[in-house]
């Protein structure tokens, strides 16, 4: 039998050091919220492979669907030789988006690339360069997504230069200080310090930061930028890599403020497991690049695709953006107790819409120091009591919680109780 410690030395010989692990547990078999290691250990999965299991691991339905695409092809190349369950997926996707007027969706295989073709799309639609993303913002890690993901360590250190024309304005948290005035105040002072708005293609902003400490983006800023856009004429996009499929409590986290998006970039929760992404935006948008200027070899593979479809079934008949709100609730109000304790580590600023929920790990209970080493630490410890966690944030002081939507009460309340002993600890 292989152990964890006998894995983790293979590892580092093996696999490059830039690929960090979180947690050195070897995942053997896993099932809804639950997962096994090499050596037969039992954790609960509250990391949720990165907010891509919100139907929870090897769903029936969708492990159903995927069983049956793989006896048929796996593989053609959607632009050589398309196949329906793209088409299908891009409509369904298009009938639920937020987004005004006829929508078209591209599939492709990570959220980065997703990413990256919303610029590519965006640029096309509009001829300009710029684009203005949020500190705090994660957006991926090939070059252009690098550039735009708002956080030096560890994402860009080492990685310059880094692509043109692409400018960062502060993120609103007000543990932080930063209100929706200043937000606003600084992008006035891009277009008049770095980049005339005429030259601007696209204002980037995820509904809710996730890798930057699951901030919801508030509603006041949202509808300015989407007025700050119409004004010059600039495309919004809302990065939905993360908040996606329920997880907030709405289809799309950006549902939450009524904007209405250009496009909206998806991938994770979409597809249970299976690399798929993509984006839907507005048609006219859309339709912009020449045909062959869009797409991969790998794009939209049937695979995910059907996994999509099953995912989005799953979504409705088991009323997933409702139960969201449901474990929200119940994570919330366990987070509060705990906070109210005096012998359990500081914790503040409990947040987020939906099951999208974390708080912060500070030095002092009633201040707001970060607590990165002790954050480590409790991760640590839930992990030895059997819990898989996340953390996050610009102070790599938050903790995230991603448990599926699926999760049963007992397994959900199981992992809740493991988090509080991890605390007290
Ligand atoms: N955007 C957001 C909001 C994300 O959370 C992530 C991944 N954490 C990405 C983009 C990049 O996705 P991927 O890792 O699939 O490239």
Redesign the pocket.
């Known amino acids: 039998m292989s152990t964890n410690t006998n894995l983790q030395a293979r590892h580092a010989a093996a696999v490059p050091r830039g690929v960090g692990i979180t947690h050195p547990v070897y995942a053997a078999r896993a099932e809804n919220a639950e997962l096994w290691d090499e050596e037969g250990r039992r954790y609960v999965d509250f990391a949720g492979g990165?907010?891509v299991l919100n139907t929870g691991h090897r769903h029936p339905k969708v492990i159903a669907a995927v069983e049956a695409q793989l006896a048929r092809f796996t593989h053609t190349c959607f632009q050589v030789t398309p196949y329906e369950s793209y088409i299908a997926l891009a409509e369904r996707l298009n009938s639920i988006a937020p987004i005004e007027g006829p929508s078209k969706t591209i599939f492709l295989t990570?959220?980065?690339?997703a990413?990256e073709n919303a610029v590519k799309i965006a640029r096309a639609a509009t001829g300009r360069p710029g684009i203005i993303t949020f500190a705090g913002g994660?957006?991926?890690?090939t070059l252009l997504?690098m550039a735009m993901t708002g956080k030096v360590l560890p994402y860009k250190r080492h990685f310059a230069p880094m692509p043109a024309e692409i400018y960062h304005a502060p993120f609103p948290f007000e543990p932080f200080g930063v209100t929706v005035a200043d937000s606003l105040r600084a992008i006035d002072m891009l277009f008049r310090a770095d980049i005339e708005p005429s030259r601007v293609a696209a204002i980037l902003i995820?509904p809710v930061q996730?890798?930057g400490g699951f901030i919801p983006a508030p509603t006041a800023l949202l509808v300015a930028l989407r007025q700050l856009c119409d004004k010059h004429g600039i495309l919004l996009i809302a990065?939905e890599?993360?908040t996606g499929f329920g997880r907030t409590g709405k289809m799309f986290g950006i549902e939450h403020s009524g904007v209405k998006p250009d496009m909206i970039?998806i991938?994770?929760s979409l597809a249970g497991g299976f690399p798929l992404?993509g984006v839907i935006g507005r048609a006219t948008v859309m339709d912009a690049p020449e045909p062959g200027g869009l797409g991969g070899t790998y794009a939209g593979n049937p695979l995910a695709c059907v996994a999509a479809l099953a995912v989005l079934d799953v979504i409705e008949s088991e009323k997933l953006v409702e139960r969201a709100n449901v474990i929200g609730a119940t994570i919330t109000s366990r987070l509060h107790r705990i906070a109210a304790r005096n012998d359990v580590v500081p914790i503040t600023a409990i947040r987020g819409p939906g099951a999208m929920i974390a708080f912060d790990i500070v030095k002092d209970r009633g201040g707001y120091v970060p607590d990165a080493d002790q954050t480590r630490a409790v991760l640590a410890r839930a992990r030895e009591h059997g819990l898989i966690l996340l953390s996050c944030g610009v102070n790599a002081n938050a903790i995230r919680l991603l448990v599926p939507l699926t999760v049963s009460d007992a397994i959900l309340e199981e992992g809740l109780s493991v988090l509080e002993v991890a605390l007290a600890a």
């Open positions: 990165i907010a990570t959220g980065a690339e990413l994660y957006h991926g890690r997504t995820e996730g890798e990065d890599v993360q970039t991938a994770k992404s």
